[in-house]
């Protein structure tokens, strides 16, 4: 039987929010996101990947704010290597009144949204943590390809305090540079 990407997407987030072994705390959100500034691409540097992201290289987020006050967002990687085909997930982010725009719910389709929280941001918008509260997925993201090792065992140290595992986390093999976005 074959389900649309989508219909499995949602199931993906919906069994594992589900069935994984939560924190009781709830992740903490950063106080406020200056929503201009944090469009546009984000590197994946590192994850614990949800299932189509397992052999994702160069995965990048993109971020486009909308006239209507969402958030069009675009996940692109290449399939199993640097020389994989290229896939592009698309989905809409919904930002949680009240939340200082660092709450969204993301939906790939009606009507479920997926929880995700910026949990850490760089003041200066070159890196952040995105979480949820499930802590069944976490994205170490940055503005360029690869960051210092000491920014990343420091995000990584970051995740650690959240309550993630650090043996789930995945780093994300980048190559954009040399293969272009």
Known sequence: MNLPMGLLLACTFAITSATANADPKPIKPVEHVDLDRF?????VIATIPTWFEKEAYDA???YALQADGHVATSFRFRSGSFDGRVKTIHST???EENSGN????????WP???QYIVAYLKEDYSQ????RDARDYIWIMARTPTIPPA????????VQAMGYPSSKIR????AWPETGP
């Open 128 to 131: 952040t943590i995105v979480a």
């Open 39 to 43: 469009m546009g691409d984000w590197y």
């Open 60 to 62: 990048v987020e993109t």
């Open 93 to 95: 982010g919904f930002i």
């Open 112 to 114: 479920i949204k997926a």
């Open 171 to 174: 780093k994300v093999p980048q």
């Open 151 to 158: 920014d990343y065992e420091s995000l990584l140290g970051r």
């Open 102 to 109: 660092a709450v969204w719910g993301v939906q790939v389709f």
